[in-house]
């Protein structure tokens, strides 16, 4: 009796769960930024029925869990916050512990303000020289772009038709910009990574006033060699510099996510438009590979308007909008990538907040390295020991010799 009634309090409390957990609905072209053991997600869109609904939430990564059904994730659901606004096809970026929201569709203003200690949210007001556009209203000029924040200044490169940098310095909320001679092809739907006091800028696309679908996939930029274009702005100088790369370099890449693996030195490109490549760059010698994943898994669909986020030893990939021949689905899928080690990645399902990245020795193996050492110190050891107890050994003998002696001389009488 005891053991059916476990059985129905077990099932009344996971029904309880299954009604009343919040889970997220599918989306694309959202924000995901992790602080401190969380992974805020933000804004989004489902294709031609407008903005996705519970435009905030975050998922706890300090708690394990399985992406065989998202209902059972450890999803928190914070959109009942008073201010918040909703956005698709934003750009975001993470001071300490605030998340600035920039541009894209939106209904509040171009910059959105979020405090995740006092779950404030906020439109602050900004000054200086304020992005603007001739094709977009108020407040929309930067769509489907990247920021990288450095020193409490975040830099936007490009926007609708601009070859353009635009820094927001967070302390004064006062926009700057800055132009070149030399300028990035790619305006939208690039990525950007912040590698010491440089951004790498890897694709993307130079979008016109063409519909949404057609002008993503026709319009990722290659360079005059066709190949895919990467650059690195300097922000000490405000100088671009054009990056040549070998390898497996591919020729297109817009509308895709990445991550940046300090750990390893590697850039990780996954899927975009009209593509089902994962892609690896070396930020060291700037070569590109396809990187060795030993199980399948993974999206089965071409993918794009995703997010992909490190978090610990795993990239996870959310969301996104599924590409087939005929129409666009919405995903609401999540995928686990283990990267621990640098030669060979899997797909897995189960997320462990302990699992960590495998450092890289910092010296290659060598006939001095620290095994051999060891062996090396053992025989010398040996040697060293050896030689010592021939010397007590040659001393002691020469103490005892008289005495030795002696016994020989008394056995010698006595057997005469």
């Known amino acids: 009796m005891k053991t059916l009634l476990s059985i129905v309090l077990f099932c009344l409390i996971n029904f309880h769960k299954s009604i009343f957990a919040f ?37 706890d990564v300090s708690k394990s869990f399985t992406t065989y059904d998202i209902s059972l994730m450890p999803w928190i659901n914070l959109s009942s916050i008073s201010g918040v606004s909703c956005k698709t096809g934003a750009t975001a970026c993470a001071d300490e512990t605030t998340i600035y929201y920039i541009g894209g569709n939106h209904c509040g203003g171009l910059v959105s303000k979020f405090d995740t200690i006092s779950l404030q949210w906020s439109e602050p007001t900004t000054s200086g020289s304020i992005p603007t556009s001739t094709f977009e209203r108020p407040g929309e000029e930067m769509k489907w772009v990247q920021c990288v924040i450095l020193e409490h200044k975040i830099h936007i490169y490009g926007g609708f038709a601009a070859h353009k940098m635009n820094i927001l310095d967070t302390s004064q909320l006062y926009w ?14 690039y990525s950007a990574t912040l590698l010491n006091d440089s951004i790498l800028y890897i694709g ?25 274009p990467i650059s690195i702005f300097n922000t000490n100088d405000n100088t671009w510099r054009v990056v040549t790369t070998t390898g497996q370099i591919p020729t297109k890449k817009c509308n ?42 993974g999206p089965l669909r071409r993918l794009m308007g995703h997010t992909t986020t490190l978090i610990g030893a795993y990239v996870l990939i959310a969301f996104g909008y599924y590409l087939t021949d005929d129409r666009t689905l919405i995903s609401s899928d999540i995928f686990l990538l283990d990267v621990s080690h640098k030669d060979s990645y899997n797909w897995v399902t189960t997320y462990d907040p302990i699992n960590s990245i495998q450092p ?9 390295s620290p ?46």
């Open 256 to 297: 895709y996510a990445s991550v940046y693996i300090p750990q390893h030195n590697r850039i990780l490109l996954f899927y975009g438009a009209d593509d089902v490549t994962i892609n690896s760059l070396d930020t060291l010698t700037f070569t590109w590979t396809i990187p060795v994943i030993l199980n399948s898994g």
């Open 360 to 368: 890289i020795p910092t010296s290659p193996t060598s006939p001095t």
């Open 23 to 59: 889970v997220p609905s599918g989306r694309a072209e959202h924000n995901a930024v992790l602080i401190d053991k969380r992974l805020y997600f933000h804004g989004g869109a489902r294709w031609r029925d407008g903005y996705a609904p519970d435009q905030l939430f975050y998922l």
């Open 176 to 189: 700057s910009s800055f132009t070149s001679s030399l300028i990035y092809s790619g305006t939208q739907y």
């Open 204 to 228: 993307g696309t130079f979008r016109t006033l063409g519909p949404f679908y057609d002008s993503t996939l026709s319009g990722c930029q290659t360079n005059s060699n066709q190949e895919l």
């Open 371 to 416: 095994s051999n050492i060891s062996i090396g110190a053992a025989i010398a050891g040996m040697i060293v020991c050896g030689i010592i107890g021939m010397i007590i050994g040659g001393v002691l003998i020469g103490l005892l010799r008289p005495f030795i002696d002696h016994i020989n001389r008394v056995n010698y009488d006595r057997l005469q």
